[in-house]
T-cell receptor
Framework: AQSVTQLGSHVSVSEGALVLLRCNYS??????LFWYVQYPNQGLQLLLK??????LVKGINGFEAEFKKSETSFHLTKPSAHMSDAAEYFC??????????FGTGTRLQVTL | GAGVSQSPSNKVTEKGKDVELRCDPI?????LYWYRQSLGQGLEFLIY????????KSGLPSDRFSAERTGGSVSTLTIQRTQQEDSAVYLC???????????????FGEGSRLTVL
């Protein structure tokens, strides 16, 4: 079975500041990990994914995430926040089952 | 179509009524998923289709919920005798291959917001 824990339902950062959204997972098999973003009144879209290989993965809009097996983490980062990054972010894990298990989401607020 | 299409976008119904939510996936996508998004609850898996069959329907909350898919394309999620706790956004997603890790991507529709009064 797989599960995901996202720490912090709301995160607020200033424009230009570092963005760090935390995700920890639990999986009985080697996980595949994903971050999805949901802008207001839109569907979710894939930001980035880790399947195998390099543990630091880069996604769209300057986001990246690092898979750390020892910490069972897959935190999302962006060096400099932009107002357009305001959205809800979901971490997800997939194992052998044909579905993604999502976390409860983190709403990112970017202030001037 | 270009993306996953869901209808209706908004549905207000009275407690006890039946509702049908429709999902039209991206053409050629064989896998189709239904999720429910409730405030503060994240995304809750409901059911997964591969073609017209549903190998995993473990997330359906009760026997009031059912779903079908015909022609390997359009899917309908039906909620019978709706209750107030059914109020949520119902999201449909599709992918080209079974198993999201193959493509690493589910394509989501904008959802159907259901409000049960």
């Amino acid at each position: 079975a797989q599960s995901v824990t996202q720490l912090g339902s709301h995160v607020s950062v200033s424009e230009g500041a570092l963005v760090l959204l935390r995700c920890n997972y639990s999986s009985s098999v080697p996980p595949y990990l994903f971050w999805y973003v949901q802008y207001p009144n839109q569907g979710l879209q894939l930001l980035l994914k880790y399947t195998t290989g390099a543990t630091l993965v880069k996604g769209i809009n300057g986001f990246e995430a690092e898979f750390k097996k020892s910490e069972t983490s897959f935190h999302l980062t962006k060096p400099s926040a932009h107002m357009s990054d305001a959205a809800e972010y979901f971490c997800a894990v997939s194992g052998t089952a044909s579905k993604l298990t999502f976390g409860t989401g983190t709403r990112l607020q970017v202030t001037l | 179509g270009a993306g996953v299409s869901q209808s209706p976008s908004n549905k207000v119904t009275e407690k006890g009524k039946d509702v049908e939510l429709r999902c039209d996936p991206i053409s050629g996508h064989t896998a189709l998923y239904w999720y429910r998004q409730s405030l503060g609850q994240g995304l809750e898996f409901l059911i997964y289709f591969q073609g017209n069959s549903a190998p995993d329907k473990s997330g359906l909350p009760s026997d009031r919920f059912s779903a079908e898919r015909t022609g390997g394309s359009v899917s309908t999620l039906t909620i019978q005798r709706t209750q107030q706790e059914d109020s949520a956004v119902y999201l449909c997603a599709s992918s080209r291959l079974a198993g999201a890790w193959n493509t690493g991507e589910l394509f989501f529709g904008e959802g159907s917001r259901l409000t049960v009064l």
